[in-house]
């Protein structure tokens, strides 16, 4: 009689075991499958509009003459973040207004320099020296073989940090 109720208890237990390792299982698998769902069904982090990197500071701009910065731009692309170095030409135009020009030749993407005494005035140009291109400080091709005027990036102002944005490619000169 004892041996039979030692039995029942010895059972009910491994049942009672039983159904904790199964309940506890269901569980886990159903974390892991909501959490698998949701990952997959989300999707990626969308990319957003214009990034926007705080690029320099308005003190470095002297009117009319281009300054090369470097400034470090964070970038969102799906998962993953990463931070990298841009470059670019500032200018303060004499109304006031900025422009930042990207800083590869529209030819075939060399970097170009900022010459003061170059340009058909001798009043400085943006001159390449892979295949000899140059553009005027308002970023327009004076010599070929480049047909496109230098690319731009999207400028702001807050105070006196200027901030630079996405880079618009400008279309084929027409000349
Ligand atoms: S890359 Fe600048 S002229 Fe060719």
Redesign the pocket.
């Known amino acids: 009689m004892q041996e039979r109720r030692d039995g029942q208890q010895e059972t009910s237990r491994r049942g009672f075991l039983a159904a904790g390792i199964y309940g506890l299982g269901s569980i886990i698998a159903g974390s892991l499958g909501i959490t698998s769902a949701l990952y997959l069904l989300r999707g990626p982090r969308k990319k957003r509009g214009t990034e926007w990197a705080d690029a320099a500071d308005a003190s470095v701009l002297r009117a009319g003459a281009p300054a090369k910065i470097t400034f470090n731009r964070t970038r969102v692309d799906g998962w993953k973040i990463s931070n990298q170095k841009d470059t670019a030409w500032l200018i303060r135009n004499v109304d006031g207004s900025l422009t930042a020009f990207s800083p590869l030749?529209t030819?075939?993407?060399?970097a170009?320099q900022w010459r003061a005494e170059a340009g058909p005035s001798k009043n400085g140009a943006f001159v390449?020296p892979?295949?000899?291109?140059s553009f005027s400080r308002t970023g327009q091709v004076i010599t070929g073989?480049?047909n496109r005027p230098l690319d731009r990036y999207e400028v702001k102002r807050e105070g006196e940090r200027i901030w630079l944005g996405s880079l618009v490619k400008t279309p084929r000169s027409n000349a």
């Open positions: 030749c030819h075939l993407g060399c170009y390449c892979c295949h000899g291109s073989p480049a």
